[in-house]
């Protein structure tokens, strides 16, 4: 339950003392029937409602599938440049939802995004070993002597601000002469493309299929998103050994 003003704030729909004029005018209807008290309290998860005669979608929990492009950053906001978020209704930020873990500018494929914090650092957290499978095309041949090297752990050396750290043993598929199919449970920054500079290969294209339980939707095509199902929602609490709504 939360005060009618808030939740229209927090839905991003206008400000506290504009969304007060509004329903105190009667703009707003709570299940078909116009409240003009602002401080009324709703249930936000079951209520319907209607601002200025159009119906809202007021639910502040959402998950979303989205097919990241090149070309946009994987961040909450940036100053300069476009991110993610550009890609989905305003709403969605207002509500805080935010991307699960950061594919990098040029990478493309499946990023989660999710209002529920507890669940987005569950997934990240480096103890919880969620696999993410990554398409890598490079910048030479393939064999089963890289294949044998990500299986064995590499050590990853530092790379300006970032640590060196030692990679746990990885499974790479060869798909074709340059490209791989890398799975990994570690998600450290660039992760993959240092991966593959350790064998001797620069990472020309990447591209994330899966993450956790969840695997990017064929017909969602590039800049596309949606939210997940219920199913999907439930698998992915799953993976983060919690229940919809709160941790086990
Ligand atoms: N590893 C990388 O190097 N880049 C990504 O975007 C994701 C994983």
């Not at 476009?82 to 493309?108: F, H, N, Q, S, W």
């Not at 294209?205 to 590039?222: A, S």
Request: hydrophobic letters at 40%.
């Amino acid at each position: 339950m939360l005060r009618l003003d808030r939740w229209l704030v927090t839905l991003g729909i206008g400000s506290r003392s504009e969304m007060q004029k509004l329903i105190r005018k009667g703009g707003v209807k709570v299940d078909g029937v116009a409240v003009t008290d602002p401080g009324r309290q709703v249930d936000e998860k079951t209520a319907q409602l209607a601002v200025q005669g159009a119906a809202v979608d007021g639910r502040l929990t959402r998950h979303v599938m989205l097919h990241k492009p090149a070309g946009l950053l994987t961040a909450a906001r940036d100053k300069k440049q476009p991110t993610v978020m550009d890609l989905l209704p305003e709403t969605y930020a207002a509500i805080g939802c935010m991307p699960v873990g950061r594919l990098d500018k040029d990478t493309t494929g499946l990023l989660l995004l999710t209002t529920d914090g507890e669940l987005n650092h569950r997934l990240l957290a480096p103890g919880r070993h969620v696999d993410k499978t990554y398409r890598a095309t490079v910048d030479g041949p393939l064999d089963e002597c890289h294949v044998a090297a990500f299986a064995a752990g590499l050590h990853i050396p530092e790379d300006g601000k970032e640590p060196a750290f030692d990679a746990a043993p990885a499974r790479l598929t060869l798909e074709g002469d340059c490209t791989g199919v890398l799975t990994i449970q570690e998600g450290k920054f660039h992760q993959v493309k240092r991966m593959f500079r350790v064998v001797g290969r620069e990472v020309m294209q990447l591209h994330r299929m899966t993450f956790g339980p969840l695997t990017l939707e064929d017909q969602l095509p590039e800049g596309a998103w949606r939210e997940l199902t219920e199913d999907e929602a439930a698998v992915l609490y799953a993976a983060a050994q919690m229940k919809a709504g709160g941790a086990q």
